[in-house]
């Protein structure tokens, strides 16, 4: 009996981790989004220019660098499937949920597109900074040498700067200086004045410099200085806030409101506006509140979408589709129901133990094959095939933007709240064997015992459980029967000589 009970009290410990196995499963489907994709971008300067199309700010034309991978991402919760399927109107129910994740998609793109913008600033900046000072100072030398050096043809001037060393790689080193002067926190349009009229300095130094006696004695005037300081203030005035500082901000709005209107400063359709204040706030990071660009870039993304998605056809397939994971969760879940009943219910009988199949056989991990075993192994064929870019190359027709956005995708990622199920599975696969055992060895220790009547009269019920060879008696007979040769031939003809006597 105390084997029994040590049995028993096994079965039960390992009962209570099934019964902890089954509930994880079941609840995970509630406190962890049912499906969640993540698509990693690496956009290269060409196909962020074919994406977004060329932006000006002012006169100033956007410079786009090849970009650090960004990271969006889309999750469905359960609840959000639940919802429509008890809603009166499930198509306007549906609509609305399509409405509510064209909002979480604006939020989630908009401070990854003013991170991506804050890179283009940064580019735009150093290339305008560099495009001006060498402009003005090229500008500057040539009408120099023309006034020093009268019918001077073109090629000549061009043999002059050569000599002075003013050419591509100068004011490449100078665009370092540039970009130093605006990483240094400190920079304003004076400064970028001064570092210009400095650069032209030094460019009238290196005429000086020369052979030419003509160009010898050359010095940077007051009036040239005046000249210098309006043109910058033209052309990067753009970029400074009120207080005349270079700002990086000011530079993000400015593009990322080219971006909310199309570029083309068109209005942005009436639905646009729909996105909630709140939601437009998240959009920014935890450091800083939304700026009005942010709410307006965010408006105009989810209002893209809507108007793409929206309508009552798509909101149908949705709604079916929302059915389908819905179906397949509630599939799941019953294995998992049925099991912990089981569990519940056999925990007061002397045997506890229940038969663990149900869940792995009535495919309780069905939502983790539907939901991450097969698309994340339609992404492994999609990267052996040489990823969406390769793919896009090979379907004819398709249009430019979208090859672009797919040769921009670096990786996609899939997740589901089916994971739990998943690994509540493998570890019942585990615990199948030692289960298995105690629950073999408690069910021969727990069997009926029968006494020797019911035994025999068990038999007696079952003619079948008898041996099939005859059964020969022994016998004991006097004297050596090796000795008396009429017992013995008796005996081998089968009869019995003392009996006939």
Same mark, same amino acid.
């Given at each position: 009996?105390?084997?029994?009970?040590?049995?028993?009290?096994?079965?039960?410990?390992?009962?209570?981790?099934?019964?902890?196995?089954?509930?994880?499963?079941?609840?995970?489907?509630?406190?962890?989004?049912?499906?969640?994709?993540?698509?990693?971008?690496?956009?290269?300067?060409?196909?962020?220019?074919?994406?977004?199309?060329?932006?000006?700010?002012?006169?100033?034309?956007?410079?786009?660098?090849?970009?650090?991978?960004?990271?969006?991402?889309?999750?469905?919760?359960?609840?959000?499937?639940?919802?429509?399927?008890?809603?009166?109107?499930?198509?306007?129910?549906?609509?609305?949920?399509?409405?509510?994740?064209?909002?979480?998609?604006?939020?989630?793109?908009?401070? %990854?597109?003013?991170?991506?913008?804050?890179?283009?600033?940064?580019?735009?900046?150093?290339?305008?900074?560099?495009?001006?000072?060498?402009?003005?100072?090229?500008?500057?030398?040539?009408?120099?040498?023309?006034?020093?050096?009268?019918?001077?043809?073109?090629?000549?001037?061009?043999?002059?700067?050569?000599?002075?060393?003013?050419?591509?790689?100068?004011?490449?080193?100078?665009?370092?200086?540039?970009? $130093?002067?605006?990483?240094?926190?400190?920079?304003?349009?004076?400064?970028?004045?001064?570092? %210009?009229?400095?650069?032209?300095?030094?460019?009238?130094?290196?005429?000086?410099?020369?052979?030419?006696?003509?160009?010898?004695?050359?010095?940077?005037?007051?009036?040239?200085?005046?000249?210098?300081? $309006?043109?910058?203030?033209?052309?990067?005035?753009?970029?400074?806030?009120?207080?005349?500082?270079?700002?990086?901000?000011?530079?993000?709005?400015?593009?990322?409101?080219?971006?909310?209107?199309? !570029?083309? !400063?068109?209005?942005?359709?009436?639905?646009?506006?729909?996105?909630?204040?709140?939601?437009?706030?998240?959009?920014?990071?935890?450091?800083?509140?939304?700026?009005?660009?942010?709410?307006?870039? %965010?408006?105009?993304?989810?209002?893209?979408?809507?108007?793409?998605?929206?309508?009552?056809?798509?909101?149908?397939?949705?709604?079916?589709? !929302?059915?389908?994971?819905?179906?397949?969760?509630?599939?799941?879940?019953?294995?998992?129901?049925?099991?912990?009943?089981?569990?519940?219910?056999?925990?007061?009988?002397?045997?506890?133990?229940? /038969?663990? /199949?149900?869940?792995?056989?009535?495919?309780?991990?069905?939502?983790?094959?539907?939901?991450?075993?097969?698309?994340?192994?339609?992404?492994?064929?999609?990267?052996?095939?040489? !990823?969406?870019?390769?793919?896009?190359?090979?379907?004819?027709?398709?249009?430019?933007?979208?090859?672009?956005?797919?040769?921009?995708?670096?990786?996609?990622?899939?997740?589901?709240?089916?994971?739990?199920?998943?690994?509540? %599975?493998?570890? *019942?696969?585990?615990?199948?064997?030692?289960?298995?055992?105690?629950? /073999?060895?408690?069910?021969?220790? *727990?069997?009926?015992?029968?006494?020797?009547?019911?035994?025999?009269?068990?038999?007696?019920?079952?003619?079948?459980?008898?041996?099939?060879?005859?059964?020969?008696?022994?016998?004991?007979?006097?004297?050596?029967?090796?000795?008396?040769?009429?017992?013995?031939?008796?005996?081998?003809?089968?009869?019995?000589?003392?009996?006939?006597?």
């Amino acid at each position: 009996m105390k084997s029994v009970q040590q049995h028993r009290t096994a079965l039960m410990i390992m009962n209570v981790i099934v019964a902890l196995l089954c509930i994880a499963s079941i609840a995970g489907y509630f406190f962890i989004p049912l499906f969640t994709v993540r698509v990693k971008l690496t956009p290269s300067a060409e196909d962020l220019r074919t994406i977004v199309g060329n932006i000006s700010v002012g006169d100033v034309e956007v410079v786009y660098p090849d970009l650090e991978t960004m990271e969006l991402e889309l999750s469905f919760d359960t609840i959000e499937f639940i919802g429509p399927v008890f809603s009166s109107n499930p198509i306007a129910e549906t609509e609305a949920l399509i409405a509510r994740k064209a909002d979480d998609i604006a939020v989630s793109v908009t401070p %990854a597109l003013r991170s991506v913008v804050t890179q283009v600033a940064e580019v735009t900046l150093v290339e305008t900074v560099k495009t001006e000072v060498s402009q003005i100072a090229t500008d500057k030398a040539k009408e120099l040498i023309a006034d020093a050096i009268p019918d001077i043809s073109e090629d000549e001037q061009q043999a002059i700067l050569e000599e002075a060393q003013i050419n591509d790689e100068y004011f490449e080193m100078k665009s370092e200086e540039a970009l $130093e002067l605006l990483n240094s926190g400190t920079a304003d349009l004076g400064a970028v004045q001064d570092f %210009a009229a400095d650069t032209v300095e030094e460019v009238y130094d290196k005429l000086s410099a020369t052979d030419h006696e003509e160009l010898s004695d050359l010095t940077l005037s007051e009036e040239d200085r005046q000249q210098i300081d $309006e043109i910058v203030e033209e052309n990067i005035g753009e970029f400074t806030d009120e207080e005349g500082n270079l700002s990086m901000d000011t530079i993000v709005d400015l593009i990322l409101s080219e971006l909310a209107s199309d !570029g083309e !400063g068109t209005a942005s359709a009436p639905a646009v506006r729909a996105l909630s204040l709140e939601a437009a706030a998240a959009a920014a990071p935890a450091s800083a509140a939304a700026t009005d660009t942010d709410e307006e870039l %965010a408006a105009t993304i989810s209002g893209y979408i809507r108007d793409f998605l929206i309508g009552e056809s798509s909101a149908a397939i949705f709604y079916y589709l !929302g059915l389908g994971a819905i179906a397949l969760m509630a599939f799941s879940m019953l294995a998992w129901v049925y099991l912990l009943l089981k569990v519940f219910i056999k925990g007061f009988s002397m045997n506890p133990a229940v /038969k663990l /199949k149900a869940p792995i056989i009535l495919w309780g991990w069905l939502p983790f094959l539907i939901f991450f075993l097969i698309p994340s192994a339609g992404m492994l064929a999609v990267d052996l095939a040489g !990823g969406f870019g390769a793919l896009a190359g090979r379907v004819a027709g398709i249009p430019e933007v979208v090859a672009a956005v797919f040769r921009s995708i670096t990786n996609i990622s899939f997740m589901t709240s089916g994971l739990f199920a998943f690994i509540a %599975a493998v570890a *019942l696969i585990i615990l199948f064997i030692p289960y298995n055992i105690v629950k /073999k060895t408690l069910t021969l220790e *727990l069997a009926p015992r029968l006494t020797p009547e019911e035994e025999v009269d068990y038999i007696s019920q079952n003619p079948s459980l008898m041996p099939q060879e005859p059964i020969v008696k022994e016998h004991t007979v006097p004297g050596d029967p090796y000795l008396d040769e009429e017992l013995f031939e008796a005996d081998r003809n089968g009869t019995d000589k003392s009996n006939e006597e």
